[in-house]
Structures are given as C-alpha cells and as structure tokens.
C-alpha cells in the first residue's frame, strides 16, 4: 500500500496523476522476510506460505465502501471464478474494549445480506481482522476470506484462522477508517477507504484444483529443476512429522527462496549488510544451507535455477566557502537590528533573546559574534531564554511535529478553502551582469499556522511553528534537494526577523517552519527573503547532479540507471545501477566528460509541459503518475520544445530530466566538478559523492600536495636499511590518502602506487633483517659451538631481526634450545627464545619466556618450540639467570 499512502493520508500533490484516482486495480510483487510482516521462519513449514508473492488488489478513494468491496469480493469468486460457496469462510472484526473499538457488525450484516450463512461469518480479535502497516499511519479493520480445500459439505469453521494447511486466507478486505498517531491512539479518517489483497498463488492453487500453492505451475518446474540438480528423491508434497529428514520442506524452501532472489535482484536489490539487502542476503545463506545440507546438492545448484524461475515468472528486467559580500550585508543589517533593539530596551534590561535568536537563525550570526557585540555596548543577552529557544528548535527538529500536515489538519485546510501554496516564485531568479544570481523579491499572506498538529489563527512569541502561506519563493525539500533557509518579516517591521529553518510540501500547502520572535497571526503581510548563498549551492549541486547522470550514462551506458540522489549546499551523493566495479580510468572518464560540459557553459532549459507530451521524449527516465501534471523538464543545451517533438533524438545526446529542483541557468557556474567518494553500497549499486566549485578546487589542491609527496616516496631507492625503514613509515601516511578529500580516481591510483612501494619496502626490510640475522648467528655460533643451551644478549634493532637471529642458530644447530635478550635505549628488553624438538615435551618454549619476562616484570607468549615477550632492562641480569636455572631444571 506504500505507494498509495500519500492519499490515505491526504499528503498527495493536488495536482499529480495519483491524486485523480477513485478506483484502482493492481498486481504487485510483495516481499513478506522482514519487519512486521514477516513470513520467513514459515516458509517450507507448510504449504502456503512464501517470502515471495504476488498480490492482486482492489482499491478505493473515498469512492466505495465495505457494502461495494464485498459484494464485488463475492461476486468475482463465485460467480466468475466459480469457487464453490459452501467452502468459502469470511472472519470480521470483533471489536477490542481496551481501544474503544467496537464490533464491525456493518462489515458483518454485509456478508449475511449477501447470503453467507451465519455459520460462516465469523468475530475475530484485533490481531486477525485490524490491519496496520506499521506503529503509526492508516490502519482499520478488515475482512478475510478464507477457503477449505476439503469440502464435502462439512463445516471447517473451527479451523479458520488456527493454522491449518486446510483452511487458507486467500483475500483480505481492509477498511481504512483510521490514523494511528504516534500516542498510539487511533483517529478516524476524514475519508473512508478501501485496501484489499489477494495472493495469486494460494487462488492458483484453489483455481487448479491442487492442494498446495507448491502442486501448481508456478512451482513445479522449479521442483522438478531441483530434483535433477541433488541427490535427494523427488517431492512428494510431505509436513510436518511425515516428511522424513526434512527433504520436502527442502524443496519448497529452496523453490520459494530462488523465486525471491530472481525478482529482488530484478529491480536491483542485492545480498548485503543492511536494511532490504541484509534480509535477501539472510534468504540466499538459507536456501544454500537447505541445498548442501539436506538436498546434498553439489554446489551452484540455486543458480542453476535462474533459467527456470525466469521461464516461469517472465521477468522484467553528496563546504560551499561562506561568501564575503553576502556577509557584509547581513552583518550590516544586524548591526542596525541590534542598534535600534537597544533603543527600544529599558535600562539594565537583558537583550531579548527572540531578537538574538532571529539575527543567530536568519542572518547567520554566531552566538559569540552576538555576545561579542552586546558587550562593546555594555549589554549581555537573556542566556537562559536562548538557550529555551535553542532547544525547542532542535525538538522541532526532532519530531517535525510544525512542518509535516497530520490527515485532519489536511482535511480542515481543503474543507475551508484554504488553497494550496503557489510556490512557483521559487523559480523567480535571472543572471545578471558579472554572473552574479539575482533573485525575485515575494511578498505574501499568512493563511494559517500550525504548531502540534493542530492549525491556529495566532502563535504567540518565542515558539515554533508552521507557516502557511498564499505564496511563496522558498524551496520545499523534495526531488532529494534540500529545502531552503532564510527569513521572513512583517511589512513595515522592518527590523524583526523571523527566522525560516526547513520547509516542507505536504498536500500542495508549503509548510515554513519558523520561531515566532513575536506573535505571528493569519493574515499578517510579510516578505520573504532565501538565504541566497545556500539556494545558489544547491543551484549549483543539483545542475551538477544532472551533469553527473549524464556523464556517468555516457562512460558506463545506457543501461546505467539513477537509483536515488541527494542535493546540499555543500555536496551532492548520486546512487546508479552498476555491472561491476567502476574503474580508475572510467571515474577520470566521467570527470572529463562534465568538466567538459561545465566549459561548453550551456544554457540550461526549463519548461513546464503536460505529462502526456512529456512522455514522447526518447531516452526520458521515470515517467510515471509521481509527477505532477504539468510536469517540469530541464534540458541542457537544448531547447525543451525541440526535445518533445516525436523524432527528435536530441534528449539523447544531452541531459534531459523530469525535476522539480531548482537549477543554475548556465553550466558554467558550476566552475568545477570533483568525486570524491566512490564505493559499491550492495552488488550492483553504486554511490558517489561530489563536490563542485571552490570546494572542488581545493580537492585538486590536495591532491597536488599528496601527488608530490608520493612522488619523492616513489623515488627513494631501499638500498639501505635505515632508508627502507624510513620508507616504509613515509608509506605510513596511507591513511591520509584514505580520508583527505581528493579526486577518488585520483585516491585509487595513489593508493595502487602506495601498496607496490609498500610491498617493494617491506620485501627491502625482510631482506635486510635476514642478512642481519645471519651475522649475528654466525658470531655466536662459533662462540657457543653446538652446546644444547645457547643464552646470551645481542644487538637488535626489532623483535623481528631478534627472532630471525635465534632461528638462525637453530637451523644451524638442531640440538640446541636458544634464548637472547635484546636490551633498547627506551630501556626495553626483548626476548626470543626457541626450544629443541628433542626436549619437547618438558621443555616449553613458551614456559621458558614467560619466567624470563616476569624477572623483567615484563610479558611473553608463544608455543612449546618459539615464544616471544619484553620486559625491563633494570631485571635483565635476573632475567639471564633465571634463563639458564630454568632451562637446566628441564634438561
């Protein structure tokens, strides 16, 4: 019902293609592994129930009722479908005290009017008929209808709703009566409406006279593709205790979870970590488990199902730098808020803390600039009642309890002709000479205010609120673009400010959440000004997004399709569909492409046009009754009018998307565009982060400082040990490439370069180490000549060369047991010890250094034949005889 929510609710844009529906028919793929719908841990159990199905539904807005819906459930099952009466069962709701909800004896009469026999209407609580997607949103009590396969003129009422593969739910009638608040409590709906689901395969399965969704032609293939791939017998349809081993619950497990990867993978869901992908990666381990464990299938049995799934079901297939003059300007407009504040204040008074609270929310004030003003004038601010204001915005923030219109308040705003926002002064702006935006001034009317879910005529001083008004030139956040910040103030008060933090489109109304710095009241005039600087970012990050989709169909193809985007003042993040991992060369490709766009500085072309003409442009992506009528297409480059004549292949050549952002009017003002993030979120998805304009330009800074820093690490020959070392700490800096901000075709190639020198270091290193060791080994060699106890101190410079130096001499000498001490200027001691295969087992390696390092009050470890440990030099001479005493008492 996702889909259809925003008209449940009320929320849908009057003038989109949704909102003109009455009575809709669907058929849907439904996926029921997670959630509160969760069919999962049942599927295989028995014979009905799937991860995977497809949903046939019936739908009405405000249209027809539960007397319309039943009578036509009826109808179509046993009139059309000639389902016998007698094996059909229908429940009702019966009513929960505990909620204040009566039974639905409407619902009930309904059934016996349409002659079900009593016996076969039947009350259940709220957890079988009461439907709820979720905790909160449109719910209301339904009505099943439920079939036995049985028969025979017997009566199965009692087996309704108790589990019994028998008696099956095939359809569920839901009555959308209510609005379940976050208090938990339920509000009826302005409009009634209607929300049936019927599952294809139990009705199949009932069409076909069979017994078991799995007995049907949507499955048998699959069984029968599963039989040939393993070594277990052919099913046999068998539950429960009968089904010996588990091999039948095997097969439907295994058939029901193939069909879900299929069409999951299908629309570009893939096994993975979190959220949706987490849960199809938890089927896949399952139906893997099922065919090696039970089935024996040999592995890749589940993929050679795809041919035979696809045969059946007929697949489809991311700072913008604060600019100065802009500052200026408002740091000269709150110098004079404050100046005339001040005038108006009583002696040894507090500076009110709406005021500050408005120049901090509107103009961008810092709270110490605002302090820091106030004391030059030997005045301080009302800090309790800022930090009161403060905190009510960040629980604004918290709830959007102002901004997000509940279905009443929706209600009421069309039912007193309120009408809905005209918000299209937001695309009111040219560019003027020197390239510099200039942007549209709007004057409007306060129409309404709403503050905790309810609408008001007046909100008083120092709270928050929405604000509805005839007109408006702020954007509403929606496309995946941010909403605009600002300030509004009242006509002829010239000096209060009162503060726009986020808007919000709900219903067609555009819903200013602002802090009243004085009483607000409907009717009020007021003139609006945006945050120019953030609304020219986002300008500028969104027309680069568009460049970006382009690039990245034009380097990767044109299968390459956007799976979501996200527009701020100080990045943009784009999500696409992906075959594989995107290269270097094809990342540099794609930066090449939009640099070379931004330097052609093509007009950019918007036009409103109706969503029939829009739907004749070759190569449009995501037409579909989401978009309002008329919709709006930008273009760049290119004229919109000639991109929707019928054989014009212009949109394909160029840029040409359905959005409703708002976008710079030339590509030049993106100046530059630089990805600096990329990585796969699931198989086959991938996102980048990019940033544009002076941010981008610093990137490319970056990246010529590391550049050159690996340039001078990459000419650094390891020939001598001190220098590898030195090398290899330089390489240290890897982690720097990982996080700084750069070009990410630009951080890949680097970091290819890092591992090789990294490896070539540490190959220079062992190298070296070894020839150490060999020195050393051979000096102690001759002093101790094969005695079978060799301890005694050497030089060092790591744990690494020490152990080398005593596997050296045990190579050398197999008879003898090995323990060195390496004393460090830090006044570290290390150790190394190897013990003789010949006097194993009494004689631990690990024992050995353990005793000696405690001695040093130090640490070791290792096994029976090596250990290893520190400790402190001040019980080194301790340690040395401990060593010798120890090795003694096991020899």
């Known amino acids: 019902m996702n889909q259809f929510k925003p008209i449940f609710l009320g929320t849908v844009h009057p003038r989109s293609e949704l909102a003109q529906h009455r009575r809709v028919v669907n058929s849907q793929k439904c996926v029921r592994a997670g959630g509160k719908h969760n069919d999962l841990e049942d599927v295989g159990r028995d014979t009905y129930h799937h991860t995977f199905f497809e949903m046939l539904g019936n739908w009405s807005f405000g249209d027809y009722f539960k007397e319309e819906a039943c009578s036509m459930a009826w109808e179509l099952l046993t009139e059309v479908y000639e389902i016998p009466r007698d094996r059909l069962y229908v429940t009702y709701f019966g009513g929960d005290p505990s909620l204040g909800l009566s039974a639905d004896e409407e619902c009930r009469d309904v059934w016996l009017r349409l002659g079900v026999p009593a016996s076969h209407v039947l009350p259940f609580p709220l957890k079988d008929n009461f439907w709820e997607m979720g905790d909160t949103g449109p719910c209301g009590p339904c009505t099943e209808i439920h079939y036995d396969h049985v028969g025979g003129g017997r009566n199965a009422a009692a087996l309704v709703n108790q589990g019994s593969p028998d008696v099956v739910e095939i ?275 306060v129409l309404m205010l709403y503050r905790d879910q309810s609408l008001h005529k007046e909100v008083g001083a120092g709270q928050r609120c929405g604000v509805i008004l005839d007109r408006t030139n702020f954007y509403a956040e929606q496309g995946g673009q941010d909403s605009d910040q600002g300030y509004m103030i009242r006509l002829g008060q010239q000096d209060v400010l009162f503060p726009v933090e986020s808007v919000h489109l709900c219903g067609g109304y555009v819903i200013h959440e602002v802090t009243a710095v004085e009483t607000l009241r409907a009717g009020d005039q007021m003139q609006l000004f945006v945050d120019e600087a953030q609304r020219l970012a986002c300008m500028t990050n969104h027309t680069a997004t568009h460049l970006l989709n382009f690039a990245l169909r034009h380097v990767l193809g044109d299968s390459t399709e956007q799976r979501g985007s996200h527009v701020t003042a100080e990045r943009l993040r784009f999500d696409f569909d992906t075959k594989g991992h995107v290269t270097v060369e094809q990342l540099q490709q794609v930066e090449q492409v939009v640099q070379d766009l931004i330097k052609k500085n093509e007009v950019v072309h918007m036009a409103e046009v109706p969503l029939t003409l829009a739907r004749r442009v070759q190569g449009l992506r995501a037409v579909d009754e989401g978009y309002p009528d008329p919709v709006r297409i930008v273009s760049l480059g290119v004229p919109v009018e000639s991109v929707l004549t019928c054989d014009s292949e212009a949109a394909m050549q160029t840029s040409v998307e359905l959005c409703c952002g708002t976008h710079l009017l030339q590509t030049g003002s993106v100046e530059d565009l630089a990805i600096i993030s990329e990585r796969q979120l699931v198989k086959g998805i991938s996102r980048v982060i990019a940033v544009t304009g002076g941010q981008a330009k610093q990137v490319r800074k970056r990246e010529l400082r590391l550049l050159s820093c690996e340039d001078n690490a990459r000419r650094t020959k390891p020939s001598r040990f001190l220098a590898a070392h ?12 990982a996080s700084t901000a750069m070009p990410q075709w630009q951080r890949k190639e680097l970091q290819t370069i890092l591992k090789a020198l990294q490896r070539t270091a540490n190959t220079a290193i062992k190298k070296l180490e070894l020839q150490q060791a060999e020195k050393k080994a051979q000096v102690l060699l001759a002093k101790y000549c094969n005695q079978p106890v060799i301890i005694d101190t050497v030089p060092a410079d790591s744990l690494s060369i020490l152990m080398k130096v005593v596997n050296q001499l045990c190579d050398k000498s197999p008879g003898s047991s090995v323990l060195l001490l390496s004393p460090q200027a830090s006044g570290e001691v290390l150790c190394a010890c190897q013990v003789s295969k010949n006097c194993l087992p009494a004689f631990s390696a690990a024992d050995w250094a353990m005793a000696v390092c405690t001695q040093m009050e130090g640490k070791a470890g290792g096994s029976p034949v090596v250990a290893k440990g520190s400790g402190n030099a001040k019980g080194m001479q301790g340690a040395l005889t401990t060593a010798l005493e120890f090795a003694q008492s096991k020899l």
């Open 726 to 737: 030195e090398l290899e700490q330089d390489l240290g800096r890897g982690h720097v490439v």
């Open 171 to 445: 359809w569920n009638l839901v009555f959308m009566q209510y609005s379940r608040e976050v208090e938990g409590n339920l509000l009826p709906l302005p409009q009634h409406h209607v929300d049936t689901g019927m599952g294809l395969e139990r009705l199949v399965t009932i069409l076909q006279n069979k017994r078991s969704n799995y007995d049907t032609d949507l499955f048998t293939p699959i069984l029968d593709a599963i039989h040939k791939g393993c070594r277990a017998p052919r099913y046999q349809g068998l539950v429960g205790d009968a089904d010996v081993g588990r091999v039948n619950m095997a097969y439907r497990v295994v058939a029901d979870h193939v069909r879900t990867l299929c069409v999951c993978i299908t629309d570009g869901i893939y096994p993975g970590f979190s959220g949706a992908e987490l849960v199809l990666r938890r089927i896949l381990r399952r139906a893997v488990r099922f065919c090696s464990e039970v089935l024996q299938a040999p592995p890749g049995l589940l993929a050679s199902l795809v041919p035979t799934v696809v045969e059946v079901l007929v697949s489809k297939t991311d700072i913008i730098n604060e600019n100065e003059t802009a500052f200026l300007s408002s740091l000269e407009r709150g110098r004079h808020i404050i100046e005339r504040t001040v005038q108006q204040m009583e002696p040894s008074t507090n500076f009110p803390a709406e005021v500050a609270w408005s120049l901090y929310g509107s103009l961008g004030f810092p709270l110490d600039l605002i302090d820091l003003m106030l004391e030059e004038k030997g005045i301080s601010l009302d800090s309790a009642a800022f930090n009161e204001l403060a905190g009510g915005a960040q629980a604004g923030q918290a709830g959007n309890t102002n901004t997000h219109l509940d279905v009443h308040s929706l209600a009421q705003l069309r039912s007193s002709n309120v009408p809905a926002t005209d918000d299209s002064p937001k695309y009111a702006y040219t560019l003027g000479q020197h390239g510099h935006y200039e942007f549209s001034p709007c004057q409007a009317t």
